[in-house]
């Protein structure tokens, strides 16, 4: 399996279970636990405009993330999760979920067009870092696949938390 495979197939896996964890309601998804400082949303939507960031960088395009997402949201253009505190990270509440899912869907597509057309060589190419320049495998596997299956255990420990399934709960079995 060529390296661009694996990273697909790991990614088609990571996004069935962010694209799951949108089953659930309102108050399901804006749960945070005392002393806690994520929701499920909150996860959804640092996911996302991660992936985002990260796309935008690799491919040389704008964000999607627009005035008119932020909008459709409810949440701020500005920022994207990181650095927020605890305190900021309770008060994130998406007002349109379905939009949010929209938003979602559209970064997952991109990133898919791009593995689509990637080779193992483009994995290589350096791009800009917060400390310097990693490559695009690197940015890909780092701060997507690994970063968000720990907000997939997160996701799945606030939806234990509620008594809800976990996500991609029959994943694996026959």
Aim: net charge negative; glycine share 8%.
């Amino acid at each position: 399996m060529s390296t661009v495979a694996f990273i697909q197939r790991s990614l088609e896996f990571t996004h069935a279970a962010l694209i799951d964890a949108r089953n659930g309601s309102d108050e399901q998804l804006h749960f945070v636990p005392e002393d806690g400082s994520h929701s499920i949303a909150w996860c959804l939507w640092h996911t996302s405009r991660v992936e985002d960031l990260i796309m935008s960088r690799v491919m040389a395009e704008p964000q999607l993330w627009d005035e008119e997402w932020a909008s459709r949201t409810g949440l701020a253009f500005e920022g994207f999760g990181t650095g927020m505190s605890d305190e900021d990270a309770r008060q994130v509440r998406v007002t349109d979920l379905d939009a949010l899912g929209s938003y979602q869907d559209a970064v997952f597509e991109r990133t898919s067009r791009f593995l689509a057309n990637a080779t193992d060589e483009e994995l290589e190419r350096e791009i800009p870092a917060r400390n310097g320049s990693e490559s695009v495998g690197e940015a890909i596997s780092l701060h997507m696949m690994g970063h968000f299956n720990g907000h997939r255990g997160e996701i799945n420990l606030l939806r234990g938390m509620q008594g809800m399934p976990t996500v991609m709960a029959a994943q694996g079995t026959h």
